[in-house]
Every structure is written in structure tokens, then in C-alpha cells.
């Protein structure tokens, strides 16, 4: 299942691609609704959905001509950065799915966090095979 984020608005008619947040129920995508809206100060609201903009229009390759902003993680997988927010996902044709999300500091992901993630992304290439 997945669920496109945001109001329509960030993904403007026309878009060269759109963004999606994987999940297996719509609890998921509530908590994931709720992380954003509750763990996200209001600046780094503004900040994701700006970003998200400039992705869901930018129709090279890579989502974000900016490495800081989106960078290949490891594998197929990719993370969207903004501030201290990490969306780690995946491209399929032209669009991103996300299937995993944190606020962390430090741009080094421990080990612990990448079996997390490969955990995570395993999950969801094995379930669109």
C-alpha cells in the first residue's frame, strides 16, 4: 500500500514524479502522519514540504541536485534529508517510496540503524516481487 504524502499542492499537476510513504495498513501511514505532525517542529514542517516541492518537480535522475538534501545511502537505498529529518526510500520509475523515517543528528548511521533500514527495505522488495 501506498500513500501519497502531503496535499496536493506539493505534488503540483504536471509533476515529473511524486513521493510515497510504503505501508502495510493505514495505522502505519496514521503514525507516520502523526510523527510528522507531532516530532516535526514547525520550521522543519515547512522545510521537508519545500523540499519535497523542489523533488516532486525536478525531473533529472537524482530527486535533489543537492547532495546534503539527497544522497544514495547504501545499496538502492536513498534518504531525503532535511534538517535532522531522514526519509530513507527507494526510486521505482520516476517516484520515491519511502519506507522508513527517523530524526537523527549525525549524518553516520550507526550498524544498528542499517540492519534496521536493509531489514526494512528486504521487507518491501520482497513484498512487490
Known amino acids: 500500500m501506498y500513500?501519497?504524502?502531503f496535499p496536493t499542492d506539493a505534488h503540483p499537476q504536471g509533476a515529473a514524479r511524486k513521493i510515497f510513504f510504503r505501508a502495510n495498513s493505514s495505522q502505519e501511514i496514521n503514525k507516520f502522519s502523526a510523527w510528522?505532525?507531532?516530532k516535526l517542529t514547525q520550521e522543519e514542517q515547512k522545510s521537508l514540504y519545500n523540499l519535497f516541492r523542489?523533488?516532486?518537480?525536478?525531473?533529472?535522475?537524482?530527486?535533489?541536485?543537492?547532495?546534503?538534501?539527497?544522497?544514495?545511502?547504501?545499496d538502492e537505498i536513498y534518504v531525503l534529508k532535511s534538517f535532522q529529518v531522514r526519509?530513507?526510500?527507494?526510486?521505482?520509475?520516476?517516484?520515491?517510496?519511502?519506507?522508513?523515517y527517523m530524526k537523527k543528528?549525525?549524518?553516520?548511521?550507526?550498524k544498528?540503524?542499517?540492519?534496521i533500514i536493509k531489514k526494512k527495505y528486504e521487507?518491501?522488495?520482497s513484498e512487490n516481487d
Open 123 to 125: 521487507e518491501c522488495k
Open 87 to 100: 526519509l530513507y526510500g527507494f526510486l521505482k520509475d520516476r517516484n520515491f517510496i519511502i519506507f522508513y
Open 3 to 5: 500513500k501519497k504524502l
Open 54 to 74: 523542489v523533488c516532486c518537480s525536478h525531473k533529472d535522475v537524482c530527486l535533489h541536485h543537492s547532495p546534503e538534501k539527497f544522497k544514495k545511502e547504501f
Open 112 to 115: 544498528d540503524e542499517k540492519e
Open 105 to 110: 543528528k549525525k549524518n553516520k548511521l550507526t
Open 36 to 38: 510528522l505532525q507531532t
